[in-house]
Nanobody, 126 residues
Framework: QVRLVESGGGSVQAGGSLRLSCAAS????????MAWFRQAPGKEREGVAG????????YYADSVKGRFTISRDNAKNTLYLQMKSLNAEDTAMYYC???????????????????WGQGTQVTVSS
């Protein structure tokens, strides 16, 4: 099973940018659909962005469209999330996730993903 480690989180002022990375080991991510989720205190885990195995298909939550960009480098076994125009509502723990296709797969559903990282905290101050 693939192991995932996120990095790149931190504290930033509103309007700023951050780039998250997710390094994989134990398996190649090229056969996995990959995604970023986030969870703020007291809220459910939310699917933020997803990307197909080859990168041709991307999913974004309405709340981040136009501000976040998901990408992957299968040769480096790494997933990325470029975030810009951050606001206080983006404050959360961000998780990297890997999953495989299933008949009921959903980019926004945590149950569609079998492997998770430990998370990296993003804090946006206004």
């Amino acid at each position: 099973q693939v192991r995932l480690v996120e990095s790149g989180g931190g504290s930033v002022q509103a309007g700023g940018s951050l780039r998250l990375s997710c390094a994989a080991s134990g398996d190649t991510i090229s056969s996995y659909r990959m995604a970023w989720f986030r969870q703020a205190p007291g809220k459910e885990r939310e699917g933020v962005a997803g990307i197909s195995t080859g990168g041709a298909t991307k999913y974004y939550a309405d709340s981040v469209k136009g501000r976040f960009t998901i990408s992957r480098d299968n040769a480096k076994n790494t997933l990325y999330l470029q975030m810009k125009s951050l606001n206080a509502e983006d404050t959360a723990m961000y998780y990297c996730a890997a999953g495989r296709y299933s008949y009921d797969f959903s980019w926004s559903s945590a149950s569609s993903f079998s492997s998770w990282g430990q998370g990296t905290q993003v804090t946006v101050s206004s």
